[in-house]
């Protein structure tokens, strides 16, 4: 699917998965500040001073958000179940979708881009 931004990807989907795009790119959003909303890849991006700091896609099954470096031991840890490939998170549908970890992945990844500039 490609779309011309976020809103009309995020519209191509059904309801249900829709509505949990929606609290993602909440998240994203808040925990990101300043950030630009694009498509790349065909997939929604959330930018940080001209560079990507997180995507995020709707699949059938899942949220996937990418790329999710290896963070902090405690954080990890929360993450690490949801783990798909070496940097992918998979947000199942069927489980509730954790919204306070999508938040704080998100400020992880900007305060390690803060450190390596």
Do not use: C, N
Not at 29 to 43: F, K, N, S, T
């Amino acid at each position: 699917m490609s779309a011309a931004d976020v809103d009309a990807y995020i519209a191509g989907f059904p309801p249900e998965i829709a509505e949990r795009l929606t609290r993602v790119r909440e998240a994203l959003l808040r925990a990101v500040p300043g950030a630009d909303e694009v498509i790349r890849y065909d997939i929604a991006a959330v930018m940080l001073g001209g560079r990507y700091a997180i995507h995020y896609a709707g699949w059938r099954q899942h949220v996937g958000l990418y790329p999710v470096p290896v963070l902090d031991d405690d954080l990890e840890e929360e993450v690490a179940p949801l783990r798909s490939g070496k940097d992918s998170v998979v947000l199942k549908h069927r489980v509730p979708l954790p919204v306070d970890l999508v938040e704080r992945v998100a400020t992880a990844i900007v305060a390690l881009r803060a450190a390596a500039s």
